[in-house]
């Protein structure tokens, strides 16, 4: 009894760690630890390529710029560090500032570089300065 309940837990263990593993090189990984939209005061953008920055303080431009950087899931392996096009720094509202950066195809986050699934970069960079430039 208890060595059928042991491979039991042992297979659906090793199928969720195959599913685990085939999900995020599919999708990519996430970023962890971005802020929820009821943590942040205002949102700074800036764009290197446009040499301007926005301050965003409407609560619909604080949703969009929340809810953007989940374009940026990352793949293993080593990123191209180039400079970064588009800077969003998150002023929350305990006094704390967090800064996310990317370029076509790197995401500066929380001091590590990573690689950006597909061209999920060009498409981030085309978005924030469509929407907020």
């Known amino acids: 009894m208890k060595k059928t309940?042991?491979?039991s837990i042992s297979e659906v263990i090793f199928t969720m760690l195959i599913l685990s593993i085939i999900y995020?090189?599919?999708d990519g990984i996430p970023l962890a630890g971005l802020p929820k939209e009821k943590d942040v005061s205002y949102i700074e953008i800036y764009s290197a390529s446009?040499?301007?920055i926005r301050i965003c303080t409407e609560s619909?431009?604080?949703e969009k710029?929340?809810?953007i950087v989940h374009l940026l899931n990352y793949k293993f392996g080593t990123s191209k560090q180039g400079p970064p096009l588009i800077t969003i720094t998150y002023h929350?509202?305990?006094g704390e500032k967090l800064s996310i950066s990317a370029n076509d195809n790197t995401v500066y986050w929380?001091?590590?570089?990573h690689t950006i699934k597909d061209d999920n970069g060009d498409f981030f960079v085309g978005v924030?300065?469509?929407?907020?430039?």
């Open 50 to 52: 446009l040499d301007e």
């Open 92 to 94: 929350l509202k305990d």
């Open 24 to 26: 995020y090189g599919i």
């Open 65 to 67: 710029c929340v809810k």
């Open 60 to 62: 619909e431009d604080i």
């Open 5 to 7: 309940i042991k491979k």
């Open 128 to 133: 924030i300065e469509g929407m907020f430039f």
């Open 110 to 113: 929380k001091g590590k570089a």
